[in-house]
């Protein structure tokens, strides 16, 4: 189906898909994942490619609801500072369109950083790829599936 429901399956990781009809006025696509599913915004987590002053990418999962704290995530990556990606770079190094940018099935691997929320839930919601479509699985499988770092990024 999309890059990261085939890496799934390869992988045998428990995965479901939640689907919904993306609203293209829509400007926060986790926010409105979270209530077109009816989803508490902390269990849908949003997936955020940054560029570090090195020029290296690097990934961000935090829930919906929070705001990056682009320090907390350029310590995490062990450099100076951090800024949002720009949206042809995030496109050409996941192969997703910004609002349907997975943390699953990426072109390339980047350096992948899951905030600590989930740690305490059962499973978390991602984009599973493209707008309208969002996985759902325990946080322990996407944290080895992408060898992220659990840590505080908000």
Do not use: C, W
């Amino acid at each position: 189906m999309t890059p990261a429901t085939k890496t799934l399956d390869k992988a045998k990781i428990v995965y479901k898909i939640h689907e919904y009809q993306h609203d293209v006025s829509a400007s926060a696509y986790g926010l409105e994942a979270a209530e077109k599913l009816n989803l508490p915004t902390d269990q849908v987590f949003k997936t955020l490619v940054a560029e570090l002053d090195s020029g290296a990418l690097v990934v961000a999962i935090i829930p919906v609801d929070k705001k990056l704290n682009m320090k907390q995530l350029a310590k995490a990556a062990k450099a100076k500072k951090a800024a949002m990606a720009a949206p042809d770079k995030v496109q050409r190094s996941t192969g997703y369109v910004l609002g349907g940018v997975s943390p699953i099935g990426q072109k390339k691997r980047l350096a992948t950083f899951i905030h600590t929320s989930a740690e305490t839930l059962e499973s978390i919601y991602v984009s599973g790829g493209r707008r309208g479509l969002d996985i759902q699985l325990s946080p322990q499988d996407l944290q080895a599936l992408t060898h992220a770092t659990m840590v505080d990024l908000t």
